[in-house]
Nanobody, 124 residues
Framework: QVQLVESGGGLVQAGDSLRLSCAASGRTAGTITMAWFRQAPGKEREFVAGIRWSGGSTKYADSVKGRFTISRDNAKSTVYLQMNSLKPEDTAVYYC?????????????????WGQGTQVTVSS
């Protein structure tokens, strides 16, 4: 089993920045890909960004390219999401996910493990 714990969410104003963290524990050696998803009220969970532990290849949703940066610290088994120039439409619960596949999937289904989520609220 793999446990994922997110932190760093909060209430900010439009244009501000936040950094989310996702600490992985347990059998992390079996995971290859980590990702951030988000879910706003009444909407489906959507892909934000993904990264591979090895090599650091990344993928981003078009809506966050140029504003968000995903990174990882292998020694700490932690993945980060640096969010700059936040917009009210970025308001959502942000979830960390882990997958055993080499492919950075942009849909939730393939991901085996999920964190509990952290709320990000951006006021206008």
């Amino acid at each position: 089993q793999v446990q994922l714990v997110e932190s760093g969410g909060g209430l900010v104003q439009a244009g501000d920045s936040l950094r989310l963290s996702c600490a992985a524990s347990g059998r992390t050696a079996g995971t290859i890909t980590m990702a951030w998803f988000r879910q706003a009220p009444g909407k489906e969970r959507e892909f934000v960004a993904g990264i591979r532990w090895s090599g650091g290849s990344t993928k981003y949703a078009d809506s966050v390219k140029g504003r968000f940066t995903i990174s990882r610290d292998n020694a700490k088994s932690t993945v980060y999401l640096q969010m700059n120039s936040l917009k009210p439409e970025d308001t959502a619960v942000y979830y960390c996910a882990a997958d055993v596949s080499f492919l950075i999937a942009t849909v939730p289904a393939p991901y085996n493990y999920w964190g509990q989520g952290t709320q990000v609220t951006v006021s206008s």
